[in-house]
């Protein structure tokens, strides 16, 4: 190879390590429905990052349900569990974390939902969102953190859940989103099992190399400053303990509790 050669092939590997190569931590979330990758903003959102790795590393992830869904607006996790025996328990949270509003809520951004007028209080729970949600959610209670966001065609996943039919169980339970379940198994008080949650059986990181946010060719929006009201993405309380138990809570309830609740405001 000639000197010339050697030079551009040094310089390509280069250029290469320092563009070409770099990128954030990406984890993948594992579903009963297909599987989705999100690139996370470590350097932006270094906070929200390492509180939403943490619980990863720990496993507190795994097995955790899709609880909530919103036609348009999001569909949210990280709040609760279930076990082989179809019993539902909270996810234990780790203490609350500072609000980093960095970036907007726009289509396919991952964020932290956080109780209703407390802007640092996010703790185990995100959501994707399902559309450009900024003038809402970019200012509502001090902004919500978007932390990171899915490639490729991850949100055709993500999609095919929340075009799944909700019903409406005791809160937090009011919009859950099931498969293999009609509006005639719901009336007829059918018990919900493994078969009809939406189980996220995994979320693993399959590449920690932490960069900026913009180095994979990822191209974040900036937060906007636009004001906005409508259904904000509450966390759904619960620390940790207490089986809510299937038969009692999906079975029982079903009489008791026939509506949708409101979307909180």
Known sequence: ?????KSLAVFLIAFAALHGTAHATIV????????????????DTPVTVSN????????????SIFHRSVTNFILQSGGFQTDLNAQITAIPTNAAIVNEPVYSNVRGTISMAKLGSSVN??????????????????????????????????MDVIDAIAA???????????????QNFSAADYSNGVTVDNTHLIIVTAITVIDSTVDSAG?????????TASSGGGTVPVSSGGGGGGSLGLFALLGLVLLASRRILSNRA
């Open 52 to 63: 939403f790795l943490n619980y990863v590393q720990n496993g507190a992830f795994t097995d």
């Open 215 to 223: 180095a994979a060719g990822l191209n974040p929006t900036p937060t």
């Open 121 to 154: 209080s996010a703790t185990s729970q995100w959501f994707i969102n399902l559309s450009n949600n900024a003038a809402n959610l970019d200012s509502q209670n001090g902004g919500f953190t978007a932390f990171g966001e899915v490639t490729g065609n991850g």
């Open 1 to 5: 190879m000639s000197l010339r050669s």
């Open 28 to 43: 993948r979330v594992e579903t009963v429905l297909g599987n989705f990758d999100i690139n996370l903003y470590d350097n």
């Open 164 to 178: 799944l039919p909700t019903f409406a169980f005791a809160s937090p339970l009011g919009e859950l989103p099931l």
